[in-house]
């Protein structure tokens, strides 16, 4: 399969905690998105981070990239029961996206 | 922001019959739209890739004479389901980019259940 591997698959905590999802892949990259999907909806864009990037922010969103061990985490902050939805990242490989198998994060109130 | 919509949102066809998906960028042009298949818990697997013009290019596995696909204008793509079975029931997702695949922009998605 080209996709890559998230973990964990599945994800519950409680408002206010941290939310870390993991993505590893397995070619070099020139970016890493992550994108963020509703249950039954189309796909939001949350960041792009480029390879020579380590770090982004965005909003209570941050994202780590490291090439060396071709991964990369999405760490939500204080999260909210709105931020209830599946995570993926997604690396571009011959003009095309391909995304990760994604992680079901449940925020509980 | 770029605004990419797709009709119809949810479809129930009876096998056998011909389903049409339709892509639209609302406010900007196209240049590529990408059409992806995701079942229940799963990720997108990207079915197709079509430049406004030409025929589209299949994903290993997509059979082309089942899911056409035409690009006929810079802001239309549209997915056709041919003869569907119960077993092409999934959900149907659009991006369209104007920059390649860096910068996609997604639809809502198509419900599609065949009975």
């Known amino acids: 399969s080209q996709q890559g591997e998230e973990d964990p698959q599945a994800l519950s905590i409680q408002e206010g905690e941290n939310a870390t999802m993991n993505c590893s892949y397995k070619?070099?990259?020139?970016?890493l998105q992550w994108y963020r999907q509703n249950s039954g909806r189309g796909l939001v864009h949350l960041i792009l981070?480029?390879?020579?990037?380590r770090e982004k922010h965005s909003g209570r969103l941050r994202v780590t990239l490291d090439t060396s061990k071709k991964s990369s985490s999405l760490l939500i902050t204080a999260s909210r029961a709105a931020d209830t939805a599946s995570y993926f990242c997604?690396?571009?490989?011959?003009?095309?996206?391909?995304f990760g198998a994604g992680t079901r994060l449940a925020v509980h109130p | 922001g770029a605004v990419v919509s797709q009709h119809p949102s949810w479809v129930i066809c009876k096998s056998g019959t011909s389903v049409k998906i339709e892509c639209r960028s609302l406010?900007?042009?196209?240049?590529?739209m990408f059409w992806y298949r995701q079942f229940p818990k799963q990720s997108l697997m990207l079915m197709a890739t079509?430049?406004?013009?030409?025929?589209?290019?299949?994903e290993q596995g997509v059979e082309k004479d089942k899911f056409l696909i035409n690009h006929a204008s810079l802001t239309l793509s549209t997915l056709t389901v041919t003869s569907a079975h119960p077993e092409d029931s999934s959900f149907y997702i659009c991006?369209?980019?104007?920059?390649?695949?860096?910068?996609?922009?997604f639809g809502p998605g198509t419900r599609l259940t065949v009975t």
């Open positions: 406010d900007f042009q196209a240049t590529t």
């Open positions: 997604a690396r571009t490989k011959n003009n095309k996206l391909i």
């Open positions: 991006s369209a980019g104007a920059g390649g695949a860096y910068e996609q922009y």
């Open positions: 981070i480029r390879s020579n990037e």
């Open positions: 079509s430049n406004e013009g030409s025929k589209a290019t299949y």
């Open positions: 070619t070099s990259i020139n970016n």
